[in-house]
């Protein structure tokens, strides 16, 4: 019987070395569980990394693939599982990229190389084109969003995704604080359950510190 698989998509700017990528491989290593990651390095082109992704999810279609997706990466992913029926967690996920990075146009750079690009129109035109005005199963998704989120406004992916299980967490980060204590969720979810850990307020006694992970 062929291994479950979890394929990890980046955010906007992001890598395969972002904290949470790199926790999740490590957990799941530590578990006997790295046949089962996969976290590919996303071109900054939306066409290209859909296009990528497709090819992955075309690989491994005898196994049973769940997706998580965090920041852009979540919206990638409400597209690919529109497309091939597949499970998704969604970590604090853009729902409008082409509104957001439209004030962003211009020199851009990836936190984690030396890559450096223009963001130009055709980007959000791209990104304009894979965008789901709605899902059809919303059992499929699970919302994992803290409100605490600098980049994007938590409320958008609450919204747009009501009808699905969720978890929204008063405080937190952009990058997710405390990603360990959600990974068995995610786990659960890839089986069909929903396990969701007890919600801690994460504004009480937390000293802020500015981060860039996705």
């Known amino acids: ?39 590919p390095a996303l071109p900054h082109w ?37 497309k091939y029926d597949l499970r998704a967690v969604l ?7 082409f509104e957001l990075l439209e004030a962003m146009l211009g020199e851009q750079g990836n936190y984690y190389s030396d890559e450096r690009y223009e963001l130009t129109p055709e980007h959000l035109q791209q990104l304009l084109q894979i965008n789901c005005h709605s899902v059809k199963e919303p059992s499929r998704y699970l919302l994992l969003t803290q409100t605490g989120d600098e980049t994007l406004d938590y409320r958008e992916a609450v919204e747009k995704f009501r009808d699905s299980p969720m978890l929204v967490q008063r405080g ?20 069909g359950r929903v396990e969701l850990p007890a919600v801690t307020d994460l504004t009480i006694g937390r000293i802020r510190t500015e981060t860039s992970d996705e």
């Open 172 to 191: 937190g980060s952009h990058g997710f604080d405390q990603f360990e204590s959600v990974i068995p969720a995610i786990l659960a979810f890839a089986e």
């Open 46 to 82: 939306p066409a290209q990394a859909i296009r990528l992704l497709e090819q992955l999810i075309e690989t491994h279609r005898d196994r049973s693939i769940t997706l998580i997706g965090s920041s852009l990466g979540g919206y990638y992913s409400t597209w690919l599982g529109e």
């Open 1 to 39: 019987m062929a291994q479950p698989l979890f394929l990890y998509i980046h955010g906007f700017n992001s890598s395969p070395e972002s904290f949470k990528a790199r926790f999740f491989v490590d957990w799941m290593t530590a578990k006997g569980k790295a046949d089962q990651v996969i976290v």
């Open 91 to 97: 970590i604090n996920p853009a729902v409008r990229p």
